[in-house]
């Protein structure tokens, strides 16, 4: 069984910057993702990563989020960059002890799931 846990969300103005973390534990686990939701929609995609370091990432973040990863120490960080308050979320970290080739898994593929952390970014 894997846990994970993500810190560093918060409040933020627009334009600033938050770097969230997830930390794996339990196991060691391949791909890595980070997903937000707002109430009453769907989960979606912001980014993830493979074990070798592939990313992918969702078409609203392209260019202001980074995702990385370091493998030893089971840990995760999604880089956010130029904020809005589009960005307003509940974000969640998700894992699996697969590992895949390509970067591009649906949200099926992640059985582990952490609690979430809010990003609120004012306007």
């Known amino acids: 069984q894997v846990q994970l846990v993500e810190s560093g969300g918060g409040l933020v103005q627009a334009g600033g910057s938050l770097t969230l973390s997830c930390i794996a534990s339990?196991?060691?686990?391949?791909?890595m993702a980070w997903y937000r939701q707002i109430p009453e929609k769907q989960r979606d995609l912001v980014a993830q990563?493979?074990?070798?370091?592939?990313?992918d990432y969702g078409d609203s973040v392209q260019g202001r989020f980074t995702i990385s990863r370091d493998n030893a120490k089971n840990t995760a960080w999604l880089h956010m960059n130029n904020l809005q308050p589009e960005d307003t979320a509940v974000y969640y970290c998700?894992?699996?002890?697969?590992?895949?080739?390509?970067?591009?898994?649906?949200?099926?593929?992640?059985?582990?799931w952490g609690q979430g952390t809010q990003v609120t970014v004012s306007s």
């Open positions: 339990g196991s060691s686990v391949g791909h």
């Open positions: 998700a894992a699996t002890r697969r590992r895949f080739t390509s970067p591009r898994l649906v949200a099926s593929n992640y059985p582990y």
């Open positions: 990563i493979t074990s070798g370091g592939l990313t």
